[in-house]
């Protein structure tokens, strides 16, 4: 019997920053008989141009590269741009192109629906205007293309034009380690609920407060809302609550918490009932599962979240609380919950098991080394 031969893979790209790249370098260097790596990064990420001699000097420096990278990848069966290296995929195309490798693109991020429906920015990888191109490079130049969300990949082909077969995709999810341990609460008279992450349209927290404020004066007594931000976002906070008053007298807002300094975690364990996801009314908000939803199952909570076809490919209605995206439903649900007709624990357990199913390293690790090595000669 034929033996296969291994795998060669030539990464373009840093594989620091995201949590996904740094797993995938690790388990590169820990070593696979049946995979072999080389790593390149390619100079090539948008820089401020000021005269012709630095014209000069970056075409030289990219021809180089270039040279370098094409003998390197000699008999590369694999070219892997890691997450958040989106200015140099026409660079790995076009390199690609040259060795008839597979060129496999881990996008983790598609900026255009957030550019368009939530008016965010994507500043870390260039200009809106950049944002939008890497996109469409992306979705039409990849092999492969490696997403959390396969609802939000196709929403932003649709977006960006581009038609994408299913062939090309290939979902590996937002993963993380688990952030704490849960234990089993202190009862309390109130429900304590938590909200953190960004304050933003995509995730609609003025969609919540309106369902809040649909409660009846005994139902809205037991509860308590903690918002968890940072002094940035003080004054939309401070609007919001303004625009939402009777919501707001169950409001505390901390800006002290974080998960970058390690209090967040303690601090949820201890002290929330119940997270909350996303309840923004974009295409884009129903289409992802937003990082936080994920936070709070690697911490053992149970989560509260809008409906969202990104939420639903990996989660049903024993593992999170899913409701219609309107204040009346949102008050519904919220006034089940108070009133524990709805078992926060079994949601909280359920939650938990899902998390190492979907979202832990060991998972991702082992999708990714499958996705590698699937196609090997």
């Known amino acids: 019997m034929k033996t296969k031969s291994p795998v060669k893979i030539l990464i373009i790209g840093r594989l620091q920053g995201a949590n996904r790249g740094e797993w995938v370098s690790h388990f590169l260097a820990k070593g696979d008989p049946n995979i072999k790596f080389n790593v390149k990064f390619s100079p090539l990420a948008t820089r401020p141009r000021q005269n012709a001699l630095g014209y000069i000097a970056d075409f030289l420096l990219k021809t180089a590269s270039f040279v370098v990278d094409y003998i390197q990848g000699r008999g590369t069966t694999i ?166 008053p009777r919501a707001g007298t169950k409001i505390k807002y901390r800006t002290d918490l974080s998960f970058s300094n390690g209090t967040l975690p303690s601090h949820l364990v201890d002290h929330c009932d119940l997270a909350l996801g996303h309840f923004g009314l974009s295409r884009k908000s129903q289409a992802v599962i937003s990082n936080k939803i994920v936070e709070a199952l690697a911490i053992g909570l149970p989560v509260f979240t809008g409906e969202s076809s990104g939420v639903r490919e990996f989660l049903n209605d024993d593992q999170i609380i899913f409701v219609d995206l309107n204040p009346e439903a949102i008050a519904a649900k919220l006034r089940a919950i108070v009133r524990q007709e709805i078992c926060l624990d079994e949601i909280a357990e359920n939650g938990s098991s899902a998390f190492d199913v979907h979202f832990s390293r060991e998972t991702f690790v082992s999708n990714f080394r499958e996705l590698i090595l699937s196609d090997r000669n």
């Not at 308590?224 to 976002?233: D, F, P, Q, R, V």
């Open 79 to 244: 070219i892997y741009v890691p997450p958040m290296n989106y200015s140099i995929i026409n660079y790995a195309w076009a390199l690609n192109s040259l060795l008839r490798s597979k060129l496999i693109v881990d996008y983790y991020v598609c900026a255009l629906p957030t550019l368009e429906e939530d008016g965010g920015s994507s500043c870390w990888i260039g200009n809106d205007i950049n944002c939008i191109k890497f996109d469409r490079a992306a979705l039409s130049k990849a092999d492969i293309l490696i997403h959390p969300v396969i609802s939000e990949l196709k929403l932003t082909a649709s977006m960006a034009g581009v038609e994408l077969k299913n062939s090309k995709i290939r979902v590996l999810p937002l993963t993380m380690d688990r952030l704490a341990h849960p234990k089993k609460k202190l009862i309390t008279r109130k429900l304590r609920i938590a909200w953190w992450a960004l304050f933003s349209p995509l995730h609609g927290l003025d969609q919540f407060l309106r369902g809040m404020e649909q409660l009846s004066d005994a139902d809205l007594e037991l509860i308590e809302l903690t918002l968890i931000g940072s002094n940035t976002a003080t004054p939309y906070v401070k609007g919001l609550l303004e625009a939402h």
